[in-house]
């Protein structure tokens, strides 16, 4: 069964940094692309950041230039740093994996971590 594991997030002031990773297991082989989305309170959950297996990256406008991900394809396990953090990046993120194949074949259903806390409060 794949599984997806985000580390923990925490409490960050304006201006300051944060990284998170996700890990996944389950007898994967590949996974075609990774990403990171998060929910704030009240609103739907939207996409931050995605990552292929061939290293490209998608945007969300709001992070661009702030955020950077990137993944190591042996692990499968994708990072999201975080810098220049603004009180409107605060939610629960999410990792994400998509088209994952494992020893029992190529699964279509993304799967998702539990999520992890950011908050960003002065």
């Known amino acids: 069964q794949v599984q997806l594991v985000e580390s923990v997030g925490g409490l960050v002031q304006p201006g300051g940094s944060l990284s998170v990773s996700c890990a996944s297991s389950?007898?994967?082989?590949?996974?075609?692309?990774m990403g990171w989305y998060r929910q704030a309170p009240g609103k739907q959950r939207e996409l931050v950041a995605v990552?292929?297996?061939?290293?490209?990256?998608k945007y969300a406008d709001s992070v661009q230039g702030r955020f950077t991900i990137s993944r190591d394809n042996v692990k499968n396990t994708v990072y999201l740093q975080m810098s220049s953090l603004k009180p409107e990046d605060t939610g629960v993120y999410y990792c994400?994996?998509?088209?994952?194949?494992?020893?029992?074949?190529?699964?279509?259903?993304?799967?998702w971590g539990q999520g992890t806390q950011v908050t960003v409060s002065s």
């Open positions: 994400n994996a998509h088209l994952v194949v494992t020893e029992w074949g190529t699964h279509f259903n993304d799967y």
């Open positions: 389950g007898s994967i082989f590949s996974i075609n692309s």
């Open positions: 990552i292929t297996s061939g290293g490209s990256t």
